[in-house]
């Protein structure tokens, strides 16, 4: 089954690197983008153009980035914690691997926690980690009919 | 060195997860206890871990669902409930595929949630892909910072 990644990233460099790592490694499912914080919530909410969940589905995994205009990734996911119905799985992708953000990102329900390589080479390395790991070995939660989308666009 | 615990009844079990972690050539401690009380004996160093010298909580918790006296959910709601714990990665690793189980236990707090296989060469690469990701690639608050994609 095709399961929609949506990766919240503002720097098109590691969009770039990411997404071409994904391919790379085999990785089929459907990669959406938003380029900021307040994009990744109106995404979820389903607000604006997001609401077309055709072509905007609800992710099963999202690749949170830390430092993010507007929204901090902290905040996004602390929203998405806070919504009711199917749990998203949230892996948070960082430049640095700081203690507190580390501690912050697991006391606000961090599935994950990864460090972006320093080189480009690497990120294949990262994106193999994601697809072994968490499109390979883990169970999602199941998408729960009407209890799917965050902020209610059905 | 980085410790999981494992939190298993079932003795072929314990022994396929034992042999797995030791064959996966990734350095860690398995400690192992057998019902939800002695997991939660364990984590508070109280009854019979009140003189371990392990002093270290462990970096990732693999837990069945169906365990005797206190069941893999509540011993989940227990740890997820306490702060000093709340952070540690627990991985559901279990025979139970029911959607319901699932949807509980990351409404609970699971970090992961993976489905045992019968398939015992299936279980062993399972078993050092997950050791690789959770004690070699992925960050956790516990550990010492080490990284990395290096290998």
Known sequence: MKNTILQVEDDPNDVFLLQYALIKVGVNDPVQVAGDGQEALDYLAGVGKFADRKAYPLPGLVLLDLKLPYVMGLEVLKWIRQQPGTPRIVIILSASGQKTDIAAAYHLGANGFLVKPAEAGKFQDMAKAIKDYWLTQNIPPAEVAGAGAPGGSR | ?151
């Open chain 2, 1 to 151: 060195m980085k410790t999981v615990l494992l939190v298993e009844d079932n003795e072929d079990d314990i022994l396929l997860t034992k042999l797995a972690c030791e064959r996966s050539g990734i350095p860690h401690r398995l400690d192992i206890v057998t019902d939800g009380y002695a997991a939660v004996d364990y984590l508070t160093r109280t009854g019979i871990y009140a003189d371990c010298t392990h002093h270290f909580l462990p970096d990732l918790i693999f837990l069945d669902v169906k365990l005797p006296k206190r069941s893999g959910m509540e011993v989940l709601e227990w740890i997820r409930g306490r702060p000093k714990l709340a952070n540690i990665p627990i991985i559901m690793l279990t025979n139970s595929s029911d959607p319901a189980d699932i949807h509980q236990a990351y409404k609970l707090g699971v970090t992961s949630y993976l489905l045992k296989t019968a398939d015992a060469e299936e279980f062993k690469n399972a078993v050092r892909l997950i050791l690789k990701y959770w004690i070699l690639l992925n960050m956790a608050q516990t550990s010492d910072l080490q990284y990395s994609f290096a290998n």
